[in-house]
């Protein structure tokens, strides 16, 4: 059983170092850059000492993260992965788009990689920028995951003159099966930040003793805590910045003057992260490998799953700290850019821990009066609200939609598969797996996040996201599927539509079709929502310019929407990228005809 | 190794590579893998991939992600970007702009807003870092059609501009107070 401690930054490299004799190259070793068109990938068991204490962890070619794999667009890659490990794993390739014979998830691109085996993997590379691969089970826990930066046949758009691969990571000494039974028996095992007696007295001296009361009262009825922001904490993570613990300061480096490229990719199983260089403005260039029309920004939000590129150009001769808090602030991962190696910034307290509010349960709980869960279903006033996205985004009172995988009802030229929020009220009440429907789901693209809305900094959002060429596939949808998160929060149960993975039916598509699918978020979590297979268009406002992402972050209370051609045949899991809430039952099948 | 019983019942249930991984801890000291890493050791080092001169740059294909390396002329390529700022164009559609004023104010307080124009290119000046385009009006700033020059950002890759390419660019004020071309988006047609 783990004893509960405070956040601990890890040990420094010259530690680690000294504790692991094995020449294992966790924490602070040069990471491998392999190169080419064949690889060779072999997962197995490492020893590593992160934190003071020697745990086994599971790496690739003896690193954590893996090699950084380079590939150019255009090219066939033959990847022969072995598997040394004692069970059967696989590698994922995180937003490739492939055959689905070679997508890596067992049970259904393949029966995975048995102990002892090697599977081959062999396809062409369509597409440019940045990926990573992961395995698709508990190991990814514990250290099988790496990067992908593919060159583009073109030439970048981009001028730059340093390229750095930045994976985030969460490590802990407890196993993976360790968390999942910790998160079984108190689903806030590891929320030390929730509300007690003396914050209640706090709270009482701040806004006395009738709203405080009514207040807690209020949670209390709905079996949540408001902290409860992530489920896995710096309780038991170590926060890593390329399998590098805080202490241990990775660093790279650059002349005053050049443009550096930093390439974030977010390898965490449970972890959101909040990314800023203080003193250094960042300029986004792409997310999930494709371009975006640059956007400045202080501050962005990555989800487990998402990849952020930025292009930063720092000017004095001083060191710079790269700061990635978690997103509820129990811990950070930190790394440092400087003019050469040794040198350190200071690094910045962490913010404030974000609470949850009556917006994050798909309710409206203003001032002016208590959750009234009203009727109008899309929340905010279109007008204030992105109007692109309200117009594109189907009127949810629009289609009689038919509940689960039931025949289709055609409302204009657009079936609707799946339930309005009033649908899932009436169907859902009562299911165990269901503590929580969002009655009045918003569009909340315009929205930074928890935590993050008026701090004060220029923080990246969905909707700043432009691609700057028009779609692909110009074609309206033809089917609009409508999916609701959900999920018991005390039980640590996680679903969608309120059934678990194993025990429901896939969701079929024909080959071809233009579907939009719509995300309702009846959880008060986050939740990466990651599609293989196929891209996902977020229909974020910005018309036939919206980005195309294969990992979308799907707040709490949240409606969002986007479009998807389903122009690969095979079976493709469609799941939430916390790894706990897939292992659980948050994940679909898609197939595609 | 000692097993907990209980947490033995609870990843039983579970997924069969969750509950492999009690076999994993348990031979953690039986069957570990010694791996040498193949680079040297050396603290919290960096791989530096290098600059974007890697690649060179090709007319109209510049780009990452999907459907850039095929040149189709009904799409806009993009040749060259550096667009930091907000773009103010009835092009974008109202959404955006509605939607984005209040974190566009904020950044329009920091650096003035970009203006985007259309034109031709009519000569490019690398040494000098001036293209002259002939522009059609650029009403949100009054500007009527007019052929001239531009002072071209660093940013921007002049190597793929060609005289007669139809262009997208959005420019902002420097500050002498002139506008300084910030990103070029080619039409495909030329």
Redesign the interface.
Known sequence: MVTRRQFVQGLT??AA?AGMP????L???????LTGTDFKL?L????VNITGRP??A??I???IPGP?L?WR??DTVTLAVTN??????SIHWHGI?LPTGMDGV?GLSFKGIAAGETFTYRFRV????TYWYHAH???EQTGVYGSI?????????????????VVLSDWSDE????I??NL?FQSDYYNYGRRTVGTFVDDTKREGLGPTVSDRLLWGNMRMAPTDILDVTGATYTYLL?G?PPA??????FKPGE?V?LRFIDAGTMSIFDIRIPGLPM?V??TD???I????ADEFRIGPGETYDVIVEPRDARAYTIFVQSQDRSGFAR?TLAPR?GMAAEIPPMDPRPLRTMADMGMQHGPGGHGSASTSATGNDP?????????SAPDPHAGHAMPGSGPAAMTGSIAVVGMTPEQAAARLSGNVAVDNIAMAPMNR??EAGGGLDGNGR??L?Y??L?????A?DPRPPTKEIIVHLTGNMERFMWSIDGIKFSQAAPIVLQRNERVRFTIINDTMMDHPMHLHGV?SELEN???EHRP?KHTILVKPGERLSYLVTADEPGRWAFHCHLLYHM?LGMMREVRIL | MTFNLQLLRVALRMQPGIAAFLVLSACVTSDARTVTSAAPVEAAAAADLGGSGRVSGTSGMAGEGEGYATAQPAKAPVLALNSSMPVATGAMDNGQMDHSAHGRQQMAQATPAAVQGRGVVKSIDSARRKVNISHEAIPAIGWPPMTMDFDVAQSVNLGALKPEMDIDFTMRQGGSGMYVIQTIISHGRH
């Open positions: 490299a010259s170092l094995l020449g294992a190259a924490a602070g070793g040069a990471p491998q850059v072999e197995a068991p490492m020893p745990r086994t599971t790496a070619n003896g690193t950084i380079r667009e255009g040394r490990l004692p069970f059967t794993s788009r067992p369509p597409q440019s920028g089970g508990p190991e930066v593919i060159d583009p046949k073109g030439g970048f758009a981009q001028r730059f003159d340093r390229d750095y691969v196993t993976p099966t360790q999942i039974s079984k390329n590098a241990a300061n990775w660093t790279a480096l443009r490229r300029t260039i792409q490998g494709n371009d029309i640059p956007v400045t790394g190696a007008h204030a609200g992105n109007g692109g996205a309200a117009q693209l315009g220029r923080v959002r909707t700043d432009r691609r700057p060429i028009p692909n891209w406002g910005q018309g195309y292992e």
